[in-house]
Nanobody, 129 residues
Framework: QVQLVESGGGLVQAGGSLRLSCAAS?????????MGWFRRPPGKDREFVAA????????YYADSLKGRFTISRDNVKNTAYLQMNSLKPEDPAVYYC?????????????????????WGQGTQVTVSS
């Protein structure tokens, strides 16, 4: 059974940084076609943050977050990361890790929740002003 477990959330001052981790177990991490991060701000729908391909060679970001957030993955440690810099008051949310299993073809969709097969339970990020 595939499990994704996020960690690294917490309280940080505006302008500060956090690094979220997503540890995967129960599957072959390197076979996940896409690893993604989403977030759900208070009172809002879940939204796409960033995604990275299995090889780690291609990354994708929500336009509003480019330049501040960086996604990466370590296929040896079975872990994906989200480095968040220059955090703003609008960044607080529950951050979720998700994975797209290997579908046997080149995956072209990664921005919607429905594109993903596996989800973590989320980790809370709070930004103080």
């Amino acid at each position: 059974q595939v499990q994704l477990v996020e960690s690294g959330g917490g309280l940080v001052q505006a302008g500060g940084s956090l690094r979220l981790s997503c540890a995967a177990s129960g599957g072959t991490f390197s076979s996940y076609a896409i690893m993604g991060w989403f977030r759900r701000p208070p009172g809002k729908d879940r939204e796409f943050v960033a995604a990275i391909r299995g090889s780690g060679g291609s990354t994708y970001y929500a336009d509003s977050l480019k330049g501040r957030f960086t996604i990466s993955r370590d296929n040896v440690k079975n872990t994906a990361y989200l480095q968040m810099n220059s955090l703003k008051p609008e960044d607080p949310a529950v951050y979720y890790c998700a994975a797209v299993r290997d579908r046997g073809y080149y995956v072209r969709a990664w921005q919607k929740s429905d594109d993903y097969d596996y989800w973590g339970q989320g980790t809370q990020v709070t930004v103080s002003s």
